[in-house]
Every structure is written in structure tokens, then in C-alpha cells.
T-cell receptor, first 114, second 110 residues
Framework: NAGVTQTPKFQVLKTGQSMTLQCAQD?????MYWYRQDPGMGLRLIYY???????DKGEVPNGYNVSRLNKREFSLRLESAAPSQTSVYFC?????????????FGPGTRLLVL | EDQVTQSPEALRLQEGESSSLNCSYT??????LFWYRQDPGKGPEFLFT???AGEEKEKERLKATLTKKESFLHITAPKPEDSATYLC???????????FGRGTSLIVHP
């Protein structure tokens, strides 16, 4: 099992450009999450999807959109990137059922917006 | 407001020098407390889940304990490879969104 995979690993954007971060999990988990991690700020939840077909805002959703494409895939889109979105982005998934509630994280996408 | 506080923010140890990391929480209806390890440039890696006060779990040189107000991650005779940031998170009530602390950065010198 690959667990949680993310693409790309690194990306440099210019202000105003758009991009989509991809995330996939092969653990048959119901719930998926997008976080950003900034120095001194810890992990902050951007969006989450409790199950296929549903998405909800987290703590810092402004400037982002998400799509739960199917049970495996959850993408994060930046429509018009801003320097404040320079960060490391992590996708996570969890079963959220009797199997367990532990989150499993991907390796991250490092994004620099110039 | 639910809150999770980790201390210290940073800890430097000599190899073999045992110590503890603290995660205190002010939440209602704790459903689970999680410990993660995060190496530089990587995603958090799951270590332990604790569900009730008095529970303990061990893995190699790490032991996690839980009380009604806090959790400790005890590191016995640490090695340089234990150097990482350790995160704790809590899950409360009917929510499936964990609240994370800001982490403790541990450096173990040889």
C-alpha cells in the first residue's frame, strides 16, 4: 500500500497563477483532509471531506477550493495564488468508523508563491 | 474553545538523557489523543492513540501516558535518530476534526 500520495512535491507559482494539488489514498478511508503548515502556526485545516460527495470548510478556507473526485481522491485548488499561500500543504485521510480515527498524512507539497 | 498546548517548544538532550514532552488540553468530551512524529520535510507519522485516563502505550524508547488534563510522551535513553518534531492532537465529542498542538522540536545530540 502506498498510503497517502501527493503531487507535486514542489511548486513555484507567480502571484495570480492557478494550480491544483492532488491527493490520493489507497486505504479505503472515508474522510480526507487538507492542511497547511507554517512555521510557528502548526497544522491548520483548510477543507475536509467526511465522505465521498461531501466537503466542508475548515479553519482557513479563503482562497482555496476542493473537489472530492471519488473515495480515493481529494484535490485542492488555488484559483489565484497569493504570496500568503506560500506554505507546506499536507493531505490526510482517516477511516472515521469502527476501524479507527487516526489520520494518516501524505509527504506534503511545498509551494512558493512569488 | 478547545485548546491543545505542547511544552516545551524545543528540547535539546544528550544521547541517553531521558526526558518527557507534555501535551495539555482543555476540551470537553475527549474521545482520543494522538501522538505523531514529524521529520523535517516529511508528513506527520502516527505513533500512538490514547483513549482514557490511565492508559499507557509503548513503542521502542517511547511511552505515552494520559491523564484527564494532559498526556506525556516519555523518551527513555534517546538516540540521535529520535530527533524530530512531536505533535499531539485531540478528538472531542462527535467531531472528526482533530485539534493539533504546535509541536515540540526535539534534538538529541550524540
Amino acid at each position: 500500500n502506498a498510503g497517502v500520495t501527493q503531487t507535486p512535491k514542489f511548486q513555484v507559482l507567480k502571484t495570480g497563477q492557478s494550480m491544483t494539488l492532488q491527493c490520493a489514498q489507497d486505504m479505503n478511508h472515508n474522510s480526507m483532509y487538507w492542511y497547511r503548515q507554517d512555521p510557528g502556526m502548526g497544522l491548520r485545516l483548510i477543507y475536509y471531506s467526511a465522505s465521498e460527495g461531501t466537503t466542508d470548510k475548515g479553519e482557513v478556507p479563503n482562497g482555496y477550493n476542493v473537489s472530492r473526485l471519488n473515495k480515493r481522491e481529494f484535490s485542492l485548488r488555488l484559483e489565484s495564488a497569493a504570496p500568503s499561500q506560500t506554505s507546506v500543504y499536507f493531505c490526510a485521510s482517516s477511516a472515521q468508523d469502527q476501524v479507527g480515527e487516526t489520520q494518516y498524512f501524505g509527504p506534503g507539497t511545498r509551494l512558493l508563491v512569488l | 474553545e478547545d485548546q491543545v498546548t505542547q511544552s516545551p517548544e524545543a528540547l535539546r538532550l544528550q544521547e541517553g538523557e531521558s526526558s518527557s514532552l507534555n501535551c495539555s488540553y482543555t476540551v470537553s468530551g475527549l474521545r482520543g489523543l494522538f501522538w505523531y512524529r514529524q521529520d523535517p520535510g516529511k508528513g506527520p507519522e502516527f505513533l500512538f492513540t490514547l483513549y482514557s485516563a490511565g492508559e499507557e502505550k509503548e513503542k521502542e524508547r517511547l511511552k505515552a501516558t494520559l491523564t484527564k488534563k494532559e498526556s506525556f510522551l516519555h523518551i527513555t535513553a534517546p538516540k540521535p535518530e529520535d530527533s524530530a518534531t512531536y505533535l499531539c492532537a485531540v478528538l472531542v465529542g462527535g467531531s472528526y476534526i482533530p485539534t493539533f498542538g504546535r509541536g515540540t522540536s526535539l534534538i538529541v545530540h550524540p
